[in-house]
């Protein structure tokens, strides 16, 4: 039986895809969120959505692979001088 790995990826009702924010709010502060890209920039389209802790995990593990592989890329221009 094959399975299929959740995808965490929020669209938008624009279809655009979802970024994460985080609430600074006093009743949830430092919550994160799903929202519209264009939030508050003063054409998005009211998209918001709790992050639970399986998008949170998912979505850390994806930043982790981004930041690694910065660095990588950074070192490899460090050592060939440019």
Not at 58 to 74: G, N, P, S
């Amino acid at each position: 039986m094959q399975t299929r790995r959740k995808t965490h990826e929020e669209s938008c009702f624009s279809g655009l895809k979802a970024v994460i924010k985080k609430s600074g709010t006093t009743e949830n502060p430092d919550i994160l969120f799903h929202a519209c890209p264009r939030y508050r920039k003063g054409n998005h389209c009211n998209y918001f959505k709790w992050v639970d802790d399986d998008d949170y995990q998912e979505w850390l593990k994806v930043e982790q692979r981004k930041i690694k592989k910065l660095i990588y890329r950074l070192k490899m221009t460090i050592m060939n001088g440019g």
